[in-house]
């Protein structure tokens, strides 16, 4: 990987919550630097600031300021304006969350049209978001709503509305943590198979038999990380 561009890092990021009388400094100066078309798994305990990690690397939140900065491909957007960022997180990378996070009262087919319909007026063409979902596996539940479907069915619906613009990068945080075993090994083969043609993987788990699916692990452990 050594020779292939950086396309994505972090570099001495801090960041403080100040929630309460005493600030929290979750992130003290890690330093993460991703490689078009790798997959990397970030390990850590709960409460080690993984997902807060990932958030900063998807520039949905920013680093404590002036102490640390995200770069897409070597452009700081810690200190971009907001259309930059938001060109960057609609376009750039996608974002799995923790919990899905999918609109309950869309079905699936509308949850993952919805970043197409950023700034526009008419209803985009359903069409990418569809096939995307029949190439998971989603042909028979395009209009169910996410409270009809399984875990690993909203799991699927989520990688799917992330992907839906084509991003360069997949930025996915536990994508098997509310999933049992088989059905988390499948969400694991669906981005094995996407990264084998070309996307470059960032995932956040708790699981070290999750992370040994990536290229490569490294660990977030007092608010740095370690290779
Ligand atoms: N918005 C917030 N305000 C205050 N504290 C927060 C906030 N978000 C996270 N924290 C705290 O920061 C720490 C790291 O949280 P984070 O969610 O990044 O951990 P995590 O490694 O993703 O954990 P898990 O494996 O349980 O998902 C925790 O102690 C959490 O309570
Ligand atoms: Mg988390």
Do not use: C
């Amino acid at each position: 990987m050594g020779d292939r561009p950086r396309i994505l890092e972090a570099r001495n990021v801090h960041k403080t919550y100040r929630f309460g009388a005493v600030p929290v400094e979750v992130l003290r100066g890690a330093d993460l630097s991703v490689h078009a078309g790798e997959w990397v798994a970030i390990l850590g305990s709960s409460g080690s600031g993984k997902s807060t990690l990932l958030h900063l690397l998807g520039g949905l939140d920013r680093p404590d300021r002036g102490r640390g900065e995200i770069l897409w491909r070597g452009e700081s957007i810690s200190i971009a304006p907001g259309r930059r960022i938001d060109r960057y997180r609609n376009r750039d990378v996608g974002f799995v969350f923790q919990f899905y996070h999918l609109l309950p009262e869309l079905d699936t087919l509308d949850n993952v049209l919805l970043p197409t319909m950023v700034g526009r007026w008419m209803r985009p063409d359903p069409a990418p978001a569809r096939s995307l979902l029949e190439s998971f596996g989603l042909a028979h539940r395009l209009h169910h709503r996410p409270a009809q479907l399984s875990g690993g069915e909203r799991q699927r619906a989520a990688i799917a509305r992330a992907l839906v613009r084509g991003p360069q990068v997949l930025l996915a945080d536990e994508p098997t943590g509310n999933l049992d075993a088989v059905t988390g090994g499948s969400i694991l083969d669906l981005l094995a198979e996407r990264h084998r043609s070309g996307l470059t993987i960032v995932m956040v788990t708790h699981d070290a038999q999750v992370a040994a699916r990536a290229d490569r692990i490294v660990q977030l452990r007092d608010g740095q990380v370690q290779a």
